[in-house]
């Protein structure tokens, strides 16, 4: 079949017709409902507010709060994620011993369910009967308020996203030292130039690329936590680990507010948008070095 074959679109067009059908109609009606004020419980008939509930949503504390967990949760963690997944793929990457054992157990989180890795953290972290506080308290240390605390909670979530989806960092920059060139190296060390001069003069700037690509999923991955959370603390205590996917299930699901949640869902889109963009902004010079 030649390239210039008109037969490819009957082949082609149906199933993009499909896909925007699928796609588009859904971000239309939300649209159009966030612009309405729409209750189904207790039902009342949609009324026109245009900006409303988003002028609503820009003045609630709520909102403000959970944008800010969301935030701390999605910098930390992605942060630690890139920090030990680059030092571990190092180690992997370095031969050393039970290499291939260890690359295998490192990836064994990263496969488990979101959910049933939180409930068992839920367990490992419970106030009064959990492993943990039962260790402290066997060694007459007092019993620590890991999910009854905000700060603590918030600590004990990042820590359960770092231990659950480093792996992926280790697995994508782990794939990027393998292919760089052994002879930049080899020359480096005619050079005498040290383990730590050849990481941040070869290996850290050759890896920038990989390393922005990650970090930019992981993080807008992030931003979208609510399972983990959910199941661990429900937001709680009060809303201190409330982020903005749970902040719309309490408004859509529990509430029924249709038009409300419609509205913070297209903040929420805005949100990430300016911090992608912001991101990409920023890492484009050093990028643009590396071409």
């Not at 490819?8 to 649209?31: E, Q, T």
């Not at 049933?116 to 308020?145: D, E, I, K, S």
């Amino acid at each position: 079949m030649m390239r210039n074959d008109p037969i490819k679109h009957v082949f082609i067009w149906p199933a993009v017709v499909v896909v925007l059908a699928i796609s588009i109609f859904p971000l239309i009606y939300s649209l159009t409902t966030s612009f309405l004020s729409y209750r189904l419980i207790p039902p009342l008939p949609p009324r026109v507010v245009w900006l409303g509930n988003y002028a609503t949503l820009l003045q609630e504390p709520r909102f403000w709060n959970a944008l800010a967990k969301t935030s701390l949760i999605a910098f930390v963690a992605v942060g630690l994620q890139y920090v030990i997944g680059f030092a571990v793929a190092l180690a992997l990457n370095a031969r050393v011993p039970g290499e291939r054992l260890f690359r295998v157990g490192f990836l064994l989180p990263m496969l488990l369910a979101p959910v049933a890795v939180a409930l068992v953290a839920r367990m490992m972290f419970n106030p009064t009967m959990g492993p943990l506080n039962q260790l402290f308290t066997a060694f007459g240390f007092p019993n620590l308020p890991f999910l009854t605390s905000g700060p603590w909670a918030l600590g004990c979530i990042i820590a359960v996203e770092v231990w659950q989806w480093t792996p992926f960092m280790i697995l994508m920059l782990l794939a990027g030292l393998q292919t760089l060139p052994e002879d930049v190296y080899e020359a480096a060390e005619l050079e005498n130039a040290s383990h730590w001069q050849q990481f941040w003069g070869i290996t850290f700037p050759m890896l920038l690329p990989i390393s922005a690509a990650v970090v930019f999923i992981r993080l807008i991955e992030s931003y979208k936590i609510m399972d983990t959370v959910f199941v661990m603390t429900g937001g709680g205590p009060g809303v201190d680990t409330e982020t903005l996917t749970l902040f719309a299930y309490q408004e859509g699901f529990k509430k029924f507010n249709l038009g409300y949640t419609s509205a913070l869902s297209f903040l929420f889109l805005i949100a990430i948008t300016v911090i992608g963009t912001t991101y990409l902004a920023l890492l484009k010079p050093h990028l643009e070095k590396r071409r």
